[in-house]
Protein backbone atom coordinates (compact mmCIF):
# COMPACT_ATOMS: atom_id res chain seq x y z
CA UNK A 1 0.00 0.00 0.00
CA UNK A 2 1.29 3.49 -0.69
CA UNK A 3 0.60 4.66 2.65
CA UNK A 4 3.52 2.51 3.95
CA UNK A 5 5.99 4.52 2.19
CA UNK A 6 4.79 7.75 3.58
CA UNK A 7 6.17 7.03 7.10
CA UNK A 8 6.61 9.14 9.98
CA UNK A 9 9.06 10.24 12.38
CA UNK A 10 7.73 7.67 15.42
CA UNK A 11 7.42 10.34 17.97
CA UNK A 12 4.98 11.51 15.47
CA UNK A 13 2.88 8.83 15.39
CA UNK A 14 2.96 8.47 19.08
CA UNK A 15 1.74 11.80 19.57
CA UNK A 16 -1.05 11.39 16.87
CA UNK A 17 -2.51 8.21 18.63
CA UNK A 18 -2.52 9.62 22.50
CA UNK A 19 -4.01 13.06 20.98
CA UNK A 20 -6.89 10.77 19.85
CA UNK A 21 -7.50 8.40 22.75
CA UNK A 22 -9.04 9.84 25.57
CA UNK A 23 -8.60 7.61 29.33
CA UNK A 24 -11.68 4.74 30.13
CA UNK A 25 -14.13 6.14 32.34
CA UNK A 26 -14.76 2.92 34.38
CA UNK A 27 -13.86 3.28 38.03
CA UNK A 28 -14.12 1.22 40.72
CA UNK A 29 -12.46 1.40 44.57
CA UNK A 30 -9.76 -1.24 45.87
CA UNK A 31 -8.42 -2.07 49.24
CA UNK A 32 -4.89 -0.30 49.27
CA UNK A 33 -3.00 -3.38 49.38
CA UNK A 34 -4.47 -4.60 45.89
CA UNK A 35 -3.39 -0.50 44.55
CA UNK A 36 -0.53 -1.46 43.86
CA UNK A 37 0.30 -0.13 40.22
CA UNK A 38 -3.43 1.11 39.90
CA UNK A 39 -4.06 4.73 38.62
CA UNK A 40 -6.14 6.93 40.84
CA UNK A 41 -9.63 8.34 39.56
CA UNK A 42 -9.40 11.43 41.71
CA UNK A 43 -8.06 13.69 43.90
CA UNK A 44 -7.09 11.70 47.43
CA UNK A 45 -7.35 14.62 49.93
CA UNK A 46 -5.74 14.44 53.44
CA UNK A 47 -8.17 14.01 56.07
CA UNK A 48 -5.58 14.81 58.76
CA UNK A 49 -2.42 17.05 59.22
CA UNK A 50 1.10 15.55 59.08
CA UNK A 51 2.84 15.39 61.32
CA UNK A 52 0.33 15.62 64.26
CA UNK A 53 3.16 16.78 66.51
CA UNK A 54 6.56 18.05 66.45
CA UNK A 55 9.02 15.66 66.70
CA UNK A 56 12.25 14.52 66.43
CA UNK A 57 14.47 12.79 63.83
CA UNK A 58 17.52 12.08 65.66
CA UNK A 59 18.15 10.50 69.08
CA UNK A 60 19.50 13.36 71.29
CA UNK A 61 18.34 16.26 73.36
CA UNK A 62 15.34 18.32 73.12
CA UNK A 63 16.30 21.83 73.97
CA UNK A 64 16.02 25.63 73.33
CA UNK A 65 17.94 26.51 70.32
CA UNK A 66 19.53 29.47 71.53
CA UNK A 67 21.00 27.89 74.67
CA UNK A 68 22.89 26.61 72.45
CA UNK A 69 24.35 29.17 70.27
CA UNK A 70 28.70 29.37 70.27
CA UNK A 71 28.65 26.05 71.21
CA UNK A 72 31.78 24.02 70.02
CA UNK A 73 33.69 21.12 71.02
CA UNK A 74 36.37 23.72 72.41
CA UNK A 75 33.74 25.52 74.17
CA UNK A 76 30.75 23.77 74.56
CA UNK A 77 27.69 24.85 76.30
CA UNK A 78 26.25 23.02 79.22
CA UNK A 79 22.54 21.81 79.95
CA UNK A 80 21.03 20.56 83.08
CA UNK A 81 19.36 17.47 82.00
CA UNK A 82 15.41 17.42 83.19
CA UNK A 83 14.11 14.30 82.01
CA UNK A 84 13.45 12.03 79.24
CA UNK A 85 10.74 11.95 76.48
CA UNK A 86 8.74 8.58 76.75
CA UNK A 87 8.28 6.95 73.41
CA UNK A 88 4.46 6.85 71.85
CA UNK A 89 3.04 9.73 74.66
CA UNK A 90 2.62 12.59 74.94
CA UNK A 91 5.35 14.27 76.85
CA UNK A 92 4.60 15.71 80.19
CA UNK A 93 7.61 17.46 81.18
CA UNK A 94 8.50 20.98 79.75
CA UNK A 95 12.13 22.11 78.90
CA UNK A 96 12.97 25.35 80.84
CA UNK A 97 16.00 27.16 79.58
CA UNK A 98 19.23 26.05 80.04
CA UNK A 99 17.50 21.97 80.32
CA UNK A 100 17.65 19.65 78.22
CA UNK A 101 15.21 16.23 77.70
CA UNK A 102 16.66 13.15 76.59
CA UNK A 103 14.67 12.03 73.41
CA UNK A 104 14.49 9.44 70.73
CA UNK A 105 14.02 9.38 66.92
CA UNK A 106 10.17 9.96 66.21
CA UNK A 107 9.00 10.86 69.80
CA UNK A 108 6.77 13.85 70.10
CA UNK A 109 9.31 17.84 71.11
CA UNK A 110 8.22 18.64 74.48
CA UNK A 111 6.67 21.92 75.45
CA UNK A 112 9.43 25.04 75.32
CA UNK A 113 11.97 23.04 73.35
CA UNK A 114 12.50 24.16 69.67
CA UNK A 115 15.30 21.91 68.55
CA UNK A 116 17.39 18.45 68.91
CA UNK A 117 21.10 18.21 69.25
CA UNK A 118 22.30 14.76 67.83
CA UNK A 119 23.48 12.29 70.63
CA UNK A 120 26.86 12.40 68.58
CA UNK A 121 27.17 16.04 69.19
CA UNK A 122 26.81 15.88 73.12
CA UNK A 123 28.69 14.56 76.80
CA UNK A 124 26.58 13.61 79.13
CA UNK A 125 28.30 13.83 83.13
CA UNK A 126 25.69 12.44 85.01
CA UNK A 127 22.50 15.40 84.96
CA UNK A 128 24.83 17.81 82.59
CA UNK A 129 25.00 17.62 79.33
CA UNK A 130 27.71 18.99 77.58
CA UNK A 131 26.42 20.42 73.89
CA UNK A 132 29.74 20.66 71.65
CA UNK A 133 28.03 21.86 68.58
CA UNK A 134 25.04 24.32 68.08
CA UNK A 135 21.64 23.52 67.04
CA UNK A 136 19.32 25.94 65.11
CA UNK A 137 15.98 26.45 65.78
CA UNK A 138 14.03 23.22 64.14
CA UNK A 139 17.16 21.76 63.31
CA UNK A 140 16.21 18.12 63.84
CA UNK A 141 12.73 18.31 64.16
CA UNK A 142 9.64 17.84 61.39
CA UNK A 143 6.84 20.91 62.49
CA UNK A 144 3.33 20.31 62.72
CA UNK A 145 1.47 19.67 59.28
CA UNK A 146 5.57 19.84 57.69
CA UNK A 147 4.37 16.53 55.38
CA UNK A 148 1.10 17.46 54.72
CA UNK A 149 -1.56 19.30 55.99
CA UNK A 150 -5.48 19.11 56.03
CA UNK A 151 -7.34 19.53 52.79
CA UNK A 152 -4.45 19.55 50.61
CA UNK A 153 -4.02 17.19 47.87
CA UNK A 154 -2.13 13.85 48.76
CA UNK A 155 -2.26 11.76 45.78
CA UNK A 156 -3.33 13.61 42.50
CA UNK A 157 -5.76 12.26 40.15
CA UNK A 158 -4.23 10.11 37.23
CA UNK A 159 -1.05 9.09 39.84
CA UNK A 160 0.01 5.18 38.85
CA UNK A 161 0.22 4.11 42.51
CA UNK A 162 3.51 3.54 43.68
CA UNK A 163 5.30 1.85 46.92
CA UNK A 164 5.40 5.21 49.08
CA UNK A 165 1.65 6.57 47.55
CA UNK A 166 0.67 3.73 49.35
CA UNK A 167 2.88 4.46 52.61
CA UNK A 168 1.08 7.94 52.41
CA UNK A 169 -2.04 6.91 52.36
CA UNK A 170 -1.45 3.99 55.14
CA UNK A 171 -0.17 7.29 56.98
CA UNK A 172 -3.57 9.27 56.71
CA UNK A 173 -5.69 6.28 57.33
CA UNK A 174 -6.43 5.33 53.95
CA UNK A 175 -7.50 2.09 53.64
CA UNK A 176 -9.30 2.08 49.72
CA UNK A 177 -8.76 4.34 46.85
CA UNK A 178 -10.76 4.65 44.13
CA UNK A 179 -8.68 3.93 40.57
CA UNK A 180 -9.88 3.91 37.01
CA UNK A 181 -10.12 0.29 35.76
CA UNK A 182 -7.39 -1.30 34.23
CA UNK A 183 -7.86 -0.66 29.95
CA UNK A 184 -8.90 -3.55 28.32
CA UNK A 185 -6.73 -4.61 25.60
CA UNK A 186 -7.41 -7.04 22.87
CA UNK A 187 -4.55 -9.13 21.55
CA UNK A 188 -5.10 -10.79 18.15
CA UNK A 189 -2.69 -12.84 16.32
CA UNK A 190 -2.60 -13.49 12.50
CA UNK A 191 -0.97 -15.80 10.03
CA UNK A 192 -1.38 -19.26 8.47
CA UNK A 193 1.88 -20.26 10.27
CA UNK A 194 1.14 -18.92 13.41
CA UNK A 195 0.30 -21.33 16.15
CA UNK A 196 -0.63 -21.07 19.90
CA UNK A 197 2.48 -21.10 22.36
CA UNK A 198 1.39 -24.60 23.77
CA UNK A 199 1.35 -26.46 20.13
CA UNK A 200 4.33 -28.37 18.64
CA UNK A 201 4.58 -26.67 15.65
CA UNK A 202 5.01 -28.69 12.13
CA UNK A 203 8.10 -27.71 9.59
CA UNK A 204 6.92 -24.13 8.27
CA UNK A 205 4.81 -23.32 11.50
CA UNK A 206 5.91 -21.00 14.26
CA UNK A 207 4.63 -20.86 17.75
CA UNK A 208 2.64 -17.29 18.43
CA UNK A 209 5.53 -15.10 20.39
CA UNK A 210 4.05 -11.46 20.20
CA UNK A 211 0.66 -12.60 22.05
CA UNK A 212 2.96 -13.29 25.15
CA UNK A 213 5.56 -10.39 24.91
CA UNK A 214 2.83 -7.68 23.71
CA UNK A 215 0.39 -9.32 26.53
CA UNK A 216 3.54 -8.81 29.12
CA UNK A 217 3.96 -4.77 27.78
CA UNK A 218 0.32 -4.31 28.16
CA UNK A 219 0.46 -6.03 32.00
CA UNK A 220 3.45 -4.10 32.82
CA UNK A 221 1.89 -0.77 31.43
CA UNK A 222 -1.40 -1.30 33.80
CA UNK A 223 -3.68 -2.90 31.27
CA UNK A 224 -5.12 -6.23 31.43
CA UNK A 225 -4.26 -8.22 28.33
CA UNK A 226 -7.36 -9.93 26.78
CA UNK A 227 -5.90 -12.95 24.12
CA UNK A 228 -8.54 -13.01 21.29
CA UNK A 229 -6.98 -16.04 19.83
CA UNK A 230 -5.35 -16.89 16.41
CA UNK A 231 -6.68 -16.03 12.92
CA UNK A 232 -5.57 -17.22 9.40
CA UNK A 233 -4.77 -15.34 6.20
CA UNK A 234 -8.36 -14.92 5.12
CA UNK A 235 -9.92 -11.40 5.40
CA UNK A 236 -13.42 -12.72 6.41
CA UNK A 237 -12.62 -14.84 9.07
CA UNK A 238 -9.63 -11.86 9.98
CA UNK A 239 -12.39 -8.71 9.82
CA UNK A 240 -14.79 -10.92 11.92
CA UNK A 241 -12.53 -11.60 14.72
CA UNK A 242 -11.17 -7.85 14.53
CA UNK A 243 -14.66 -6.62 14.90
CA UNK A 244 -15.57 -9.07 17.83
CA UNK A 245 -12.18 -8.64 19.82
CA UNK A 246 -12.46 -4.41 19.52
CA UNK A 247 -16.49 -4.81 20.84
CA UNK A 248 -15.09 -6.11 24.01
CA UNK A 249 -11.75 -3.87 24.32
CA UNK A 250 -10.77 -0.69 24.89
CA UNK A 251 -8.05 -1.28 22.05
CA UNK A 252 -7.09 -3.47 20.12
CA UNK A 253 -3.19 -4.80 18.58
CA UNK A 254 -2.86 -7.36 15.54
CA UNK A 255 0.72 -8.95 15.14
CA UNK A 256 1.67 -10.08 11.74
CA UNK A 257 0.04 -9.09 8.34
CA UNK A 258 1.47 -5.24 8.23
CA UNK A 259 4.04 -6.09 6.15
CA UNK A 260 3.91 -5.23 2.27
CA UNK A 261 3.23 -8.29 0.45
CA UNK A 262 0.36 -10.11 -1.13
CA UNK A 263 -0.74 -11.68 2.37
CA UNK A 264 -1.06 -8.27 4.19
CA UNK A 265 -4.88 -8.11 5.26
CA UNK A 266 -3.97 -6.04 8.05
CA UNK A 267 -4.45 -2.20 6.48
CA UNK A 268 -8.07 -3.46 4.79
CA UNK A 269 -9.56 -4.60 7.81
CA UNK A 270 -8.36 -2.26 9.79
CA UNK A 271 -9.92 0.15 7.55
CA UNK A 272 -12.94 -1.66 7.46
CA UNK A 273 -13.49 -1.27 11.30
CA UNK A 274 -14.63 1.99 11.51
CA UNK A 275 -13.75 5.86 10.82
CA UNK A 276 -11.80 7.32 11.06
CA UNK A 277 -9.53 4.63 9.90
CA UNK A 278 -5.91 4.31 9.53
CA UNK A 279 -3.64 7.38 10.54
CA UNK A 280 -0.61 5.70 9.42
CA UNK A 281 0.79 3.01 8.05
CA UNK A 282 5.15 3.21 8.49
CA UNK A 283 6.98 4.33 10.90
CA UNK A 284 10.69 5.47 10.40
CA UNK A 285 12.21 3.19 13.07
CA UNK A 286 13.80 0.06 12.89
CA UNK A 287 12.83 -2.68 13.66
CA UNK A 288 9.35 -1.91 12.86
CA UNK A 289 8.89 0.40 9.82
CA UNK A 290 5.63 -1.76 8.63
CA UNK A 291 3.51 -0.70 11.76
CA UNK A 292 -0.11 0.28 11.54
CA UNK A 293 -1.76 3.15 13.64
CA UNK A 294 -5.68 3.85 13.64
CA UNK A 295 -8.70 5.00 15.21
CA UNK A 296 -11.57 2.57 14.88
CA UNK A 297 -14.94 4.38 15.94
CA UNK A 298 -12.87 6.16 18.76
CA UNK A 299 -11.54 3.07 19.68
CA UNK A 300 -7.46 2.87 18.80
CA UNK A 301 -6.23 0.00 16.60
CA UNK A 302 -2.35 -0.83 16.37
CA UNK A 303 -1.00 -3.38 13.29
CA UNK A 304 2.15 -4.78 14.06
CA UNK A 305 4.81 -6.38 12.38
CA UNK A 306 4.99 -9.91 12.66
CA UNK A 307 8.78 -10.38 13.49
CA UNK A 308 8.90 -10.81 17.28
CA UNK A 309 11.67 -8.58 17.92
CA UNK A 310 9.74 -5.31 15.62
CA UNK A 311 6.66 -6.46 17.37
CA UNK A 312 8.12 -6.24 20.75
CA UNK A 313 10.31 -2.97 20.27
CA UNK A 314 6.95 -1.26 18.91
CA UNK A 315 4.96 -2.58 21.82
CA UNK A 316 7.21 -0.72 24.14
CA UNK A 317 7.57 2.28 22.15
CA UNK A 318 3.92 2.85 20.90
CA UNK A 319 1.03 -0.11 23.09
CA UNK A 320 2.76 0.94 26.34
CA UNK A 321 1.98 4.57 26.16
CA UNK A 322 -1.12 4.03 24.60
CA UNK A 323 -1.95 1.47 27.39
CA UNK A 324 -0.85 4.62 29.97
CA UNK A 325 -3.11 7.45 28.47
CA UNK A 326 -6.03 4.56 28.32
CA UNK A 327 -5.42 4.12 31.98
CA UNK A 328 -6.10 7.89 32.82
CA UNK A 329 -2.04 7.96 33.73
CA UNK A 330 -1.34 11.71 33.77
CA UNK A 331 2.33 12.36 35.25
CA UNK A 332 3.82 9.18 33.73
CA UNK A 333 7.57 9.42 33.16
CA UNK A 334 8.87 11.19 29.77
CA UNK A 335 10.30 8.20 28.55
CA UNK A 336 8.70 4.65 29.25
CA UNK A 337 11.81 2.75 30.81
CA UNK A 338 15.00 4.10 31.90
CA UNK A 339 17.62 5.84 29.96
CA UNK A 340 21.17 5.32 30.63
CA UNK A 341 24.49 6.78 28.71
CA UNK A 342 27.21 4.47 27.68
CA UNK A 343 30.09 4.37 25.52
CA UNK A 344 29.87 2.36 22.50
CA UNK A 345 32.43 -0.42 21.92
CA UNK A 346 31.43 -1.19 18.35
CA UNK A 347 30.53 0.85 15.36
CA UNK A 348 26.64 0.77 13.96
CA UNK A 349 25.75 1.51 10.59
CA UNK A 350 22.04 3.47 10.52
CA UNK A 351 20.38 5.39 8.15
CA UNK A 352 19.33 9.58 8.25
CA UNK A 353 15.75 9.80 8.85
CA UNK A 354 15.14 6.63 10.78
CA UNK A 355 14.97 6.06 14.46
CA UNK A 356 16.64 2.72 15.17
CA UNK A 357 16.99 0.79 18.27
CA UNK A 358 19.51 -1.60 18.36
CA UNK A 359 19.84 -4.64 21.44
CA UNK A 360 23.46 -4.70 23.57
CA UNK A 361 24.69 -6.14 26.00
CA UNK A 362 25.92 -3.75 29.36
CA UNK A 363 28.91 -3.83 31.44
CA UNK A 364 30.81 -1.59 33.30
CA UNK A 365 33.93 0.29 32.10
CA UNK A 366 36.96 0.91 34.12
CA UNK A 367 35.69 4.70 34.90
CA UNK A 368 33.30 3.96 36.37
CA UNK A 369 31.07 4.14 33.48
CA UNK A 370 28.69 1.60 31.25
CA UNK A 371 29.76 0.27 28.11
CA UNK A 372 27.09 -0.70 25.03
CA UNK A 373 27.68 -3.71 23.17
CA UNK A 374 25.47 -3.59 20.08
CA UNK A 375 24.15 -7.20 19.72
CA UNK A 376 23.28 -8.11 15.80
CA UNK A 377 20.58 -9.72 15.10
CA UNK A 378 17.51 -10.30 12.25
CA UNK A 379 14.36 -8.95 13.63
CA UNK A 380 12.86 -12.63 13.97
CA UNK A 381 14.95 -13.98 16.83
CA UNK A 382 13.76 -13.52 20.11
CA UNK A 383 16.18 -14.18 21.76
CA UNK A 384 18.34 -11.11 20.25
CA UNK A 385 16.16 -9.17 22.79
CA UNK A 386 16.72 -12.25 25.60
CA UNK A 387 20.23 -11.64 25.53
CA UNK A 388 19.83 -7.94 25.31
CA UNK A 389 20.15 -5.73 28.74
CA UNK A 390 18.63 -2.54 26.60
CA UNK A 391 18.23 -0.97 23.83
CA UNK A 392 20.67 1.77 21.45
CA UNK A 393 18.70 4.66 20.43
CA UNK A 394 20.38 5.66 16.91
CA UNK A 395 18.31 9.06 16.43
CA UNK A 396 16.67 9.82 13.51
CA UNK A 397 19.26 12.77 12.18
CA UNK A 398 22.40 9.97 12.62
CA UNK A 399 23.93 8.22 9.71
CA UNK A 400 25.45 5.59 12.19
CA UNK A 401 27.71 6.43 15.03
CA UNK A 402 31.27 5.39 15.75
CA UNK A 403 32.77 3.13 18.22
CA UNK A 404 33.76 5.69 21.39
CA UNK A 405 30.80 7.67 20.87
CA UNK A 406 27.99 8.10 23.86
CA UNK A 407 25.10 6.86 23.14
CA UNK A 408 21.30 6.69 24.89
CA UNK A 409 20.30 3.35 26.29
CA UNK A 410 16.63 2.59 27.06
CA UNK A 411 17.35 0.12 29.60
CA UNK A 412 14.97 -2.57 29.50
Avoid at 182 to 205: F, K, M, N, Y
Avoid at 346 to 364: H, T
Amino acid sequence: MNELFTVVPPQAARELLLTRCTPVERTGTVALADALGRVTAADVRAAETLPAFARSTMDGYAVVAADTFGASESAPAYLRLCGEVAMGTAPTLRVEPLGAARIHTGAMLPAGADAVVMVEDTNAHGDEIEILDAAAPGENTVAVGEDVRTGSVAIPAGRRLRAQDLGGLAALGCTSVAVRERPRIAILSTGDEVVRATAQPALGQVRDVNATTIAAVVTAAGGLPVHAGIVGDDLSRLEAAARDALAGADALVLSAGSSVSYRDLTARVVAALGPPGILVHGIAIKPGKPTLVAIAEGKPVIGLPGNPVSALVVAWRLVAPLVRRLGGETDAPARDHEAREAVLTAPIRSRAGREDFVPCSLDASPDGGLRATPIFGKSNLIFTLVRSDGLIVIPLDAGGVPAGATVRVIVQ
